[in-house]
């Protein structure tokens, strides 16, 4: 394992006085990530965590926060509790999480159906009201609207994973092969999504122009897998 994530992990150990049960990294490139120990999703499960513990392990989490995000802190009880409220996440985590210190939280977690499509469509249709919105307030400002294409593929490519896990259909672990899977399906037509990838991948730039014609057509996509997952 990485030096930076031993030396974080003793730092844990060392402050947390025995109640340590979980560590463990998740986000649909956990292994690979783990490798290099660079842009890693950390959480970290805490029997009867305090505030307390989370000043005490404050100083290392900013350490190991110059080179990954924020590491999630969360009590043992809240995270067998929280599936139902955070289904979509806890989908993810159950297929990409990978265990690195401690207990196996991952695999006695279980997803309702009905909790998971409530909370595609809860988070769809906040997507669709922001676009709306932005899209009111920016049309002719494209670097407005630019600002919003990153967040919001994020948000598609982990909203697209629940649907086809909605539908029982395999999950490609590639996001390109993810969106063509929803093409394929029916689901969608993913040109849009595609661009919005391919750019926040570097392979594409994105002129004046095609902002103010991708907008509306990101508008319809979303709109139109919202449709879909409120017939699910």
């Known amino acids: 394992m990485n030096d930076n994530f031993e030396k974080f992990l003793n730092e844990l150990k060392n402050n947390l006085s025995g109640r340590l049960c979980s560590v463990f990294a998740y986000g649909s490139k956990a292994s690979a990530a783990i490798?290099?120990?660079?842009?890693?999703d950390l959480m970290v499960v805490v029997e009867n965590l305090s505030p307390d513990d989370l000043k005490r392990v404050s100083k290392a989490s900013?350490?190991?926060?110059?080179?990954?995000?924020?590491?999630?802190?969360?009590?043992?009880?809240?995270?067998?509790?929280?599936?139902?409220?955070?289904a979509l996440e806890y989908s993810d985590i159950k297929e990409y999480g990978k265990i690195l210190y401690g207990e196996d939280v991952i695999s006695p977690v279980s997803i309702n159906r009905d909790?998971?499509?409530?909370?595609?469509?809860?988070?769809?249709?906040?997507l669709l009201m922001r676009l709306r919105k932005n899209y009111l307030l920016n049309s002719c400002n494209d670097g407005m609207l630019k600002e919003s294409f990153i967040?919001?593929?994020?948000?598609?490519?982990?909203?697209?994973r629940a649907i086809l896990r909605l539908k029982n259909y395999e999950v490609p672990s590639e996001h390109c092969e993810l969106l063509e899977k929803l093409k394929e399906l029916g689901i969608v037509d993913s040109s849009v999504f595609g661009k919005l990838l391919d750019y926040k991948e570097g392979s594409l730039k994105i002129s004046?122009?095609?902002?103010?014609?991708?907008?509306?057509?990101?508008?319809v996509s979303v709109g139109e897998l919202l449709k879909y997952v409120n017939d699910l």
Do not use: G
Request: aromatic fraction near 10%; include cysteine; hydrophobic fraction near 40%.
């Open 35 to 40: 490798e290099d120990c660079k842009n890693i």
């Open 62 to 86: 900013r350490e190991w926060m110059r080179k990954n995000p924020m590491p999630v802190f969360m009590d043992k009880r809240e995270w067998f509790a929280s599936a139902d409220v955070y």
């Open 115 to 126: 909790d998971l499509r409530f909370q595609c469509e809860h988070e769809l249709k906040n």
């Open 151 to 160: 967040p919001v593929i994020k948000t598609v490519l982990t909203l697209a």
């Open 208 to 219: 004046k122009n095609d902002v103010l014609s991708l907008y509306p057509d990101l508008i």
